[in-house]
């Protein structure tokens, strides 16, 4: 299974961007999709989850009201809109599928990872 994310990049404080994973070489429509991000120097922190069929959604505290998480099954694509970012939104994000049911904050819970992509919020 391969994850592939676009659509990072540099973006002053205020505006938006839309991340995109592409997921192929698995079944999309049964996976659980997560995004977390790296800030430099810290650890990965989760960002959001959807679980399949889009039924529920999941949002870190930091970006709840911001961040909106998104899947197209019919595209085997998960999607991330960022809005208002702030300069702390700064890091690679990486998207994640996790095969289980259960919606999850937790990197160990998730099977497979993208290579990443740099968002970079300027003040």
């Known amino acids: 299974v391969q994850l592939v994310e676009s659509g990072g990049g540099l973006v002053q404080a205020g505006g938006s961007l839309k991340l995109s994973c592409v997921v192929s070489?698995?079944?999309?429509?049964?996976?659980?999709m997560g995004w977390f991000r790296q800030a430099p120097g810290k650890e990965r922190e989760f960002v959001a989850a959807i679980k399949v069929g889009s039924t529920l959604k999941y949002y870190a505290d930091s970006v709840k009201g911001r961040f909106t998480i998104g899947r197209d099954d019919a595209r085997n694509t998960a999607e991330l809109q960022m809005n208002n970012l702030v300069p702390q939104d700064t890091g690679v994000y990486y998207c994640?599928?996790?095969?289980?049911?259960?919606?999850?904050?937790?990197?160990?819970?998730?099977?497979?990872w993208g290579q990443g992509t740099q968002v970079t919020v300027s003040s």
């Open positions: 994640a599928a996790d095969h289980s049911t259960s919606l999850a904050a937790v990197e160990i819970m998730y099977d497979y």
């Open positions: 070489g698995g079944t999309f429509s049964n996976y659980v």
